[in-house]
């Protein structure tokens, strides 16, 4: 068995009076006590305060709510604390020091009556760790755009514009045919790479070509390989 945690008003005559501006006697404010009712391990008020009418008129009695020890006081409460004395308060009217003293003590009293609250713990499965998936490497594939011509080259390169193919899964860039040191080759002109020219297609990476030297630089790596 446990006591009933509902917070009350005590009779008439623990009530005080608070003040006006010239000191006359104005707002009657209760001091509270909880409520000595037994109740059994599985509830927390008793059969007299959980029946509680909403405005009632008389602050001492059971059906008056003021809320349970160490909540919130409702607004119908009228207790040393509620929204009624504060706001009273704010209005300019006073509290005597004796009444202030005597209504922090029997807060303080009710509150040490309360035992600790008990707090339901509960167990929740820990999700398994998901593994992270490594990010996909997209390869970069060199796709020719280049038509041949049937005449020899007068020039150093012949380049053709054409739409760039798109391959699935892969990075399309676009190349042109040149021919340097006697030999053709693709030449992709926004990174500076040149490719073999192959029968089939467009092969290995051979260096950065300078257009300006006409050389090429076979030491320069290819950057799609760091």
Request: proline share 7%; with cysteine.
């Amino acid at each position: 068995m446990t006591q009933c945690i509902s917070r009350r008003a005590c009779a008439d005559r623990d009530t005080f009076r608070l003040l006006g501006p010239k000191g006359e006697n104005k707002y009657h404010i209760w001091t509270e006590y909880r409520c000595p009712n037994m109740v059994s391990n599985n509830t927390e008020t008793c059969v007299e305060c959980s029946h509680k009418i909403p405005k009632w008129k008389y602050q001492a009695n059971s059906k008056c709510d003021h809320g349970v020890i160490g909540g919130p006081y409702t607004t119908d409460s009228k207790l040393y604390g509620s929204p009624y004395y504060l706001e009273k308060i704010k209005e300019g009217y006073i509290i005597k020091p004796e009444d202030e003293i005597r209504a922090k003590e029997a807060v303080t009293k009710a509150s040490s009556d309360m035992p600790p609250r008990k707090v339901k713990a509960e167990t929740v499965a820990a999700e398994p760790v998901k593994k992270q998936r490594k990010p996909r490497v997209t390869k970069t594939q060199v796709v020719p755009t280049v038509t041949m011509s049937s005449t020899p080259l007068p020039a150093k390169f012949v380049e053709v514009v054409a739409p760039p193919l798109v391959v699935d899964e892969f990075i399309v860039v676009k190349v042109k045919k040149i021919r340097c040191q006697g030999k053709d080759y693709y030449f992709d002109s926004m990174s500076g790479k040149l490719y073999k020219c192959m029968e089939d297609g467009v092969g290995d990476y051979c260096g950065r070509y300078n257009e300006e030297a006409e050389i090429i630089d076979a030491t320069y790596p290819d950057s799609d390989n760091e």
